[in-house]
């Protein structure tokens, strides 16, 4: 809002506007080294910030991965032991109708 009453017109605000862009012009070199510098700075900060994201991420996705593989594995193991228990119990099935089958026919004159 200053800078608007300040410089009231387009001619005053253009007059403003050349003033700050010599004034950036005119920096000392050990100014313009401090700006590089501080400005790579915070892009290096930046770009740290994004590295420790994705490995944070990459973790994350490595356990979600592990978890998914040992639960994979457990529902494996519960339905191999399933099979075999079924495979077990048609066994059973298969030799008590056997044993029903002499049976009778041993009871049958």
């Not at 994004?50 to 944070?56: G, H, I, P, Q, V």
């Not at 099979?83 to 029903?100: F, G």
Request: one cysteine or more; a negative charge.
């Amino acid at each position: 809002m200053k800078l608007a009453v300040d410089c009231g017109t387009s001619k005053e605000l253009l007059e403003y506007d050349k003033k700050c862009s010599s004034r950036v012009e005119n920096l000392s070199p050990s100014e313009k080294s401090l700006t590089w510098r501080l400005a790579l700075e915070y892009e290096n900060a930046r770009l740290m910030q994004l590295l420790d994201d994705e490995r944070k991420a990459l973790h994350d996705e490595e356990v979600v991965r592990t978890l998914a593989t040992r639960m994979f594995e457990e529902e494996r193991q519960i339905r191999e032991n399933l099979e075999a228990k079924l495979n077990e119990l048609m066994v059973k099935e298969k030799d008590r109708t056997k044993e029903e089958s002499k049976n009778q026919n041993e009871n049958s004159p």
